[in-house]
């Protein structure tokens, strides 16, 4: 059986996104990882609350819900890297640490700034959406090639043994996704 992880890149319609794309000029302003193809379970550092960017944490984020819910378009890539087994249960174990320990994790504001001059800063605790999935495909043992704190969401557009397996719109991805598996079912 194989095993990947996904890489979902994306551009939501709130104000701190719109800001990034018109200072960085990219397409796509976000990151999350997912275990499944179907992103049933979709994680970064993002918002908490629906309304306010901040308080921000790790967060699982789910298609038609919370922020990612306020949003009938949004564009998207979902990459697929293949992985071992072990490194698949590696990446569930990380999953669970951060999701047990969301309470002492938060969102690295000022990181933004560093990665954007490309200044290189590691916080213990602290992440941007970019710098957590950089950081776990490194844990789990996928090479980067360059320091975590330095990733940005576009790097994962090119990243080195990923493969372009969607680009459109997340919302008709996964809602795609979800009429295969109940017609596989039925």
């Known amino acids: 059986m194989d095993h990947y992880i996904y890489l979902i890149v994306a551009q939501t319609g709130t104000r701190p996104a719109r800001f990034f794309k018109f200072i960085t000029k990219k397409p796509f302003n976000h990151v999350s990882l997912s275990g499944d193809e179907r992103l049933s379970e979709m994680y970064s550092f993002c918002r908490t609350y629906r309304p306010f960017p901040l308080p921000a944490t790790f967060n699982k984020e789910i298609v038609g819900k919370g922020t990612l819910g306020d949003y009938g378009f949004i564009p998207c890539e979902i990459y697929r890297i293949p992985v071992s087994q072990e490194q698949k249960e590696k990446y569930e174990l990380i999953i669970e640490h951060f999701s ?18 490309n200044i290189e800063w590691q916080r213990e605790t602290s992440f941007v959406c970019s710098q957590f999935v950089a950081y776990t495909l490194d844990k789990v043992g996928i090479p980067l090639e360059k320091p975590f704190c330095l990733y940005k969401p576009d790097d994962f557009r090119n990243f080195p043994g990923s493969e372009l397996i969607y680009s459109g719109e997340l919302n008709t991805f996964y809602y795609d996704m979800q009429s295969k598996l109940i017609h596989h079912s039925a």
């Open 100 to 117: 047990h320990n969301r309470n002492i994790y938060s969102y690295n504001l000022l990181g933004l700034l560093a990665v954007y001059f």
